[in-house]
Each structure stands twice: as structure tokens, then as C-alpha cells.
Antibody, heavy 125, light 112 residues
Framework: QVQLVESGGGVVQPGRSLRLSCAAS????????MHWVRQAPGKGLEWVAV????????YYADSVKGRFTISRDNSKNTLFLQMNSLRAEATAVYYC??????????????????WGRGTLVTVSS | QSVLTQPPSVSGAPGQRVTISCTGS?????????VHWYQQLPGTAPKLLIY???NRPSGVPDRFSGSKSGTSASLAISGLQAEDEADYYC????????????FGTGTKVTVL
């Protein structure tokens, strides 16, 4: 079955870096765009970044632009999120999610499905 | 700060019908972008509930339905059940923002 498993979270000091991974299985990873979404403790969902199926296009939320980098290794079915210059407000559960695309009747839609279980990142001294 | 506004909480007795609104603007829902809904049960990851405004993925009960009109969308849960107690998020696309994927503020549904 389709599965996404995040790893790499932990406690990190402000200003340091961390790299998250998302291992995909059960589908042709190289055919799908992928997202990172985060959720601060007790808060709502915040989209972080998206990468195209081949890694050629990447887009970021303004809140992380210039400090976070999304990438992928299609040979290893793995998505990454490199987080630099971490701040306390980056403390959150980070989810990876597949972008499901639909083309039909002159329209294009896309949504997040499925999601991984998430990995917790805590930025604290 | 989310550009899609939802009520913080709604509640209902088992069997009742509740609705959750998702209010956007002319740069997102009002611009014609589709709305999708996600259910997040306590302590778990979000799960797709409704896609493309009003479509249910396989396995989602028909008690859940979505609609969209103008700059707003709604999720309705009919025949409310205890297992529906969760957080619900709408999601769309916003042409005024870089990257542009936006989520609603989230609504906690409580079954009384």
C-alpha cells in the first residue's frame, strides 16, 4: 500500500540545521510532486514547500524561503527537507504528503494525499 | 496566518447534522480554485476527506459532503457519529501568494 514515512526530527538548537527525510513506497515516487507541511503544537496546518516529480521546480512558503530547501532522490524514493538557521517558530510536526493531480473536463486539480505520520522538530536551547 | 477562515469549533449530538464553513477571498476560492477537506483525528496525521469541492475518496462515508459557492466552501457531516470527533481543515490555492497552497484555520468538531 502507499506509504510515506518521515524521519530525522529531533531537538536542535536555534541557528543550527536539520535534514528531514520522507521514504516513499507503494507507488511510483518519480511520477509525483511532493509536499512538506508542518503543524506547530496545538496549531493548524501550514504548507511549507513543494517539489515537482523530477525536482526541476520548487516552491516555498514565504516563512521558510531562503532557509529551507526541498529536494528528492528518485533513485531512492526519498524526499528531503534541509532546514537551516532554525528558529523557535520552526518547532512543529513536519509531514510529507504526495500531490495527487487530476486532469479532466478542461480543469486541473491537485490535493494532498496521502500523508505520512510526521516527524517532530523542536528548536530549543 | 491563514487566508482561509473556519470557525474554531462546532458541536452536535449523535445523529445530528453539522456544517463547517471555510471563507476565503477573490484570490483563492473566489478565483475558482477547488477546495479540499482533511480530517485529523486526535494524535494522527491529516487524511483526505473531500477533494475537488464535493468528491469523496473511496472509503469515506457518504455522511460527509462538500460544497462551494462564491468565496466560501462548506463541509457537512450528517448523522454525526462519535468517531467524527476530530479537527477539520479546508485547503485551496491562492494566486496572491508565492507557492500558494493555503489551509484553513481548522475546526474542532465535538460530538456531545
Amino acid at each position: 500500500q502507499v506509504q510515506l514515512v518521515e524521519s530525522g526530527g529531533g531537538v536542535v538548537q536555534p541557528g543550527r540545521s536539520l535534514r528531514l527525510s520522507c521514504a516513499a513506497s507503494g507507488f511510483t515516487f518519480s511520477s509525483y510532486a511532493m509536499h512538506w507541511v508542518r503543524q506547530a503544537p496545538g496549531k493548524g496546518l501550514e504548507w511549507v514547500a513543494v517539489i515537482s516529480y523530477d525536482g526541476s521546480n520548487k516552491y516555498y512558503a514565504d516563512s521558510v524561503k531562503g532557509r529551507f530547501t526541498i529536494s528528492r532522490d528518485n533513485s531512492k524514493n526519498t524526499l528531503f527537507l534541509q532546514m537551516n538557521s532554525l528558529r523557535a517558530e520552526a518547532t512543529a510536526v513536519y509531514y510529507c504528503a504526495r500531490r495527487e493531480d487530476y486532469y479532466g473536463s478542461g480543469s486541473y486539480l491537485n490535493w494532498f494525499d496521502p500523508w505520512g505520520r510526521g516527524t517532530l522538530v523542536t528548536v530549543s536551547s | 496566518q491563514s487566508v482561509l477562515t473556519q470557525p474554531p469549533s462546532v458541536s452536535g449530538a449523535p445523529g445530528q447534522r453539522v456544517t463547517i464553513s471555510c471563507t476565503g477571498s477573490s484570490s483563492n476560492i473566489g478565483a475558482g480554485y477547488a477546495v479540499h477537506w482533511y480530517q485529523q483525528l486526535p494524535g494522527t496525521a491529516p487524511k483526505l476527506l473531500i477533494y475537488g469541492n464535493n468528491n469523496r475518496p473511496s472509503g469515506v462515508p457518504d455522511r460527509f459532503s462538500g460544497s462551494k459557492s462564491g468565496t466560501s466552501a462548506s463541509l457537512a457531516i450528517s448523522g454525526l457519529q462519535a468517531e467524527d470527533e476530530a479537527d477539520y481543515y479546508c485547503q485551496s490555492y491562492d494566486s496572491s501568494l508565492s507557492g500558494s497552497y493555503v489551509f484553513g484555520t481548522g475546526t474542532k468538531v465535538t460530538v456531545l
